[in-house]
């Protein structure tokens, strides 16, 4: 069924693969652009511009009713490209006000639209083995950075469900334009040994490819029946120890030296040692079943070499 599909967060990373891809299965595609923004990319990409500011809500609901979407995808983020651990939440704080007023004026400006939201899946509380989406979010023991990026995702989520909605919980992203790209800022620390393993690196990373992201949507939109929340992650979650130092062999980089995590809080602080020893993994089992998807590679261990090597890892 062919929709007119605005997508809010249409020059991101994931935007910029979604975008082309929508419009290639036969919907109409439109890109919200803010005032002055680059609305000759989103049109080279095939989306017709609707210029309005998130955080506006009268301009935006303006410009949306008269856009009159069938469906609303909900990507918009404000991450800057150098994050700092030890002050996530400021680092954060303008995507939080996205995830909140950004989420709560779409709905407002476009009522009865099917609306899908970005989420994250490594949100879950600690604990043994993969997290589905019944498992809690990380409430006891959260690292103090990580609390108002949890809480707004958290009213993301309700205002994203109580409108009927999907949100697709998303892992850690790589692909073209993310920090796992090859010009990317976290490949770039590892080529030049700045990644230790902290800990024992016992975090489990589920990753996302980008056009993993896009193939969900559209998956999606062909479902308007799906609702909730849903972890759109790849099949095999790794634990850091052994993710990191094949990433770093695949870009013939130093092999990451340990660091004891009481000497790396002091450099990247509670939230830094979390990250790295903490996270939980999440099941993607829902999501094939429900939307008849399936990640592009099974693992970082194929996605990894296959974005960055020499292309010879086969996608899953």
């Known amino acids: ?42 049109e080279a990409a095939g989306a017709e511009p609707v210029v309005a500011d998130a955080l506006d809500r009268d301009g935006l609901c303006r410009a949306v009713r008269q856009a009159a979407p069938d469906a609303v995808v ?32 779409l709905i407002e400006a476009a009522p009865g639209a099917r609306l899908i939201s970005q989420g994250l899946a490594y949100g879950y509380q600690p604990g043994e083995g993969l997290a589905d989406e019944d498992a809690p979010l990380w409430r006891t023991g959260t690292p103090r950075q990580f609390v108002p990026v949890l809480d707004a995702l958290a009213e993301l989520e309700r205002l994203t469900t109580q409108a009927g909605g999907l949100v697709l919980r998303l892992g ?22 700045k ?78 040692v979390a990250f790295m020893n903490r996270l939980r993994g999440a099941a993607n089992t829902r999501a094939r079943l429900h939307l008849d998807w399936r990640p592009r590679y099974a693992s970082v261990h194929e996605g990894f070499p296959a974005e960055l090597g020499d292309g010879m890892a086969r996608a899953a």
């Open 74 to 105: 909900n990507m918009l983020t404000a991450i800057p490209a150098e994050i700092d651990p030890r002050h996530l939440s400021r680092d954060f704080a303008p995507t939080g006000r996205l995830r909140i007023e950004g989420t709560r004026n």
């Open 1 to 42: 069924m062919t929709m007119r599909v605005l997508v809010a967060g249409a020059t991101g990373v994931i935007g910029a693969r979604m975008v082309p891809l929508l419009g290639a299965v036969g919907h109409e595609v439109l890109g919200l652009a803010r005032p002055g923004g680059d609305t000759a990319t989103l």
């Open 172 to 193: 850690h992203l790589y692909g073209p334009g993310s920090i796992y790209a090859a010009d990317g800022s976290f490949v770039r620390r590892v080529r030049d040994g």
């Open 195 to 272: 990644v230790p393993l902290v800990g024992g690196g016992n975090a489990v990373f589920s990753f996302t490819h980008a056009d993993d992201v896009a193939t969900a949507v559209a998956a999606a939109l062909d479902k308007p029946d799906v609702s909730g929340v849903l972890n759109i992650v790849d099949d095999r979650p790794a634990p850091l120890r052994e993710w990191l130092p094949e990433l770093a062999a695949v870009l013939g980089a130093p092999e990451p030296k340990k660091a004891p995590a009481a000497l790396a809080r002091l450099a990247v602080g509670g939230w830094g």
